[in-house]
């Protein structure tokens, strides 16, 4: 029984191609009797039916991305306020739990490769939800001023993690939250 491709059901059929001797046993002219050719048969289409599919995980994450942000479009002003500021403590709260947790496995000595990961991923990050947006290739400020804004980013994310071989988790974010006061100096 052969299939046209839009009636494939899992991701063994897309990628599996039978050999001579498959397509033959499904023809039923592959064994000596028509009956074990049957069996032998009906054995390879189980199998292939009983084979897992590979969820297609980039469009479902797609799709749930563009449900939820849907959703929260729709909802009122102060409550997509509310829930927006959750989600950013939230993720945030989870992000200095995970950083805290590798810089404190033993023997890990690696602060400068953690922090640039992080702006790595920031800018992966930043460019697939500008092009999400419909805001690909477009540019809103010069290339040099991109690559200074990510040095300072890589240093500062770099040294913050380097310090946590001197000093606890909690101090560091008291340091770094105090950035805030030259950022208002310098603005003021």
Known sequence: MRREPHQLSNSFDTI???TL??????????GNDGNSSTLETERMMLLRQSTPAQPDTPKK???FLTH???TI????RLTKFCLLVLGLFFFFGLHNL?????????GFTFGWTLGFLEVLGVTFFSYWERKWAGEGGVRRASLRAYL???LCLLGSSSLSNKALDYINYPTKVVFRSCKLIPT???AG
Do not use: C, D, N, Y
């Open 16 to 18: 599996h191609k039978p």
């Open 21 to 30: 001797h498959e397509r033959e046993m499904e023809k039923g002219r592959g």
């Open 61 to 63: 994450l797609f799709s």
């Open 68 to 70: 939820v942000t849907l």
């Open 73 to 76: 479009e729709a909802l009122p």
């Open 98 to 106: 995970l950083q805290e947790k590798i810089m404190h496995f033993p």
């Open 148 to 150: 200074a804004t990510t």
């Open 184 to 186: 208002m100096v310098i």
